[in-house]
């Protein structure tokens, strides 16, 4: 049974940094490139990041190139998003995300709020 539960998530002041993890079972994690997105209220969900199975390759939303990094650590089965600097406009819901086999399949999310 695939699981992804994503943690992290919280309230912080803008500039600040938060670091997003998603830990992963049910399936061969190292052979599969993970995802995260997000969706902000009132907002269709959106693609953040993606890396690679090895975590040789990543891709990054135009919003948050240079201020967040997607990393992953196979040994743990776990995806990572640090973020920084970040805005008010990164309030969102997060979520981690794999297709295996033609199939989507999503955590429950983590809160970010970037709030003064």
């Known amino acids: 049974q695939v699981q992804l539960v994503e943690s992290g998530g919280g309230l912080v002041q803008p500039g600040g940094t938060l670091r997003l993890s998603c830990a992963a079972s049910?399936?061969?994690?190292?052979?599969?490139?993970m995802y995260w997105y997000r969706q902000p209220p009132g907002k269709e969900r959106e693609l953040v990041a993606r890396i690679s199975s090895a975590g040789s390759s990543t891709n990054y939303a135009n919003s948050v190139k240079g201020r967040f990094t997607i990393s992953r650590d196979n040994a743990k089965s776990t995806v990572y998003l640090r973020m920084n600097s970040l805005k008010p406009e990164d309030t969102a819901v997060y979520y981690c995300?794999?297709?295996?086999?033609?199939?989507?399949?999503w955590g429950q999310g983590t809160q970010v709020t970037v709030s003064s």
């Open positions: 049910g399936f061969t994690f190292s052979t599969y490139a």
């Open positions: 995300n794999v297709l295996l086999r033609a199939e989507l399949y």
